[in-house]
Nanobody
Framework: VQLQASGGGLVQAGGSLRLSCAAS????????MGWYRQPPGKQRESVGY???????DYADSVKGRFTISRDNAKNTVYLQMNNLKPEDTATYYC????????????WGQGTQVTVSS
């Protein structure tokens, strides 16, 4: 399986972006699809995930602002980001794995999100 992330860009604080992660094959069998981000000069961190039965969880820093969804028919997972803040600036990555508590081996290429103040 290959993952292709897209949708990043430059947005003003308070704005919205929707990231997409398209898989090269059916994602029904993928237990956990996660989003991670790496801010400049910092380590990669978890943003949130969605399981194969549509359970979701989010980092405290994005709860209430970010929403992860999946469209199995399109083999795509989305990250809707609202009320963006400058501290959300990062390279965002999607990930496929088995365990919500740690990333799997499959990563998409990053997509850059820059939030200006």
């Amino acid at each position: 399986v290959q993952l292709q992330a897209s949708g990043g860009g430059l947005v003003q604080a308070g704005g919205s972006l929707r990231l997409s992660c398209a898989a090269s094959r059916n994602i029904l069998s993928i237990t956990v699809m996660g989003w991670y981000r790496q801010p400049p000069g910092k380590q990669r961190e978890s943003v949130g995930y969605i399981t194969d039965n549509y359970n979701t969880d989010y980092a405290d820093s994005v709860k209430g602002r970010f929403t992860i969804s999946r469209d199995n028919a399109k083999n795509t997972v989305y990250l809707q980001m609202n009320n963006l803040k400058p501290e959300d600036t990062a390279t965002y990555y999607c990930n496929a794995g088995l365990n919500p508590s740690r990333p799997g081996r499959l990563w998409g290429q990053g997509t850059q999100v820059t939030v200006s103040s």
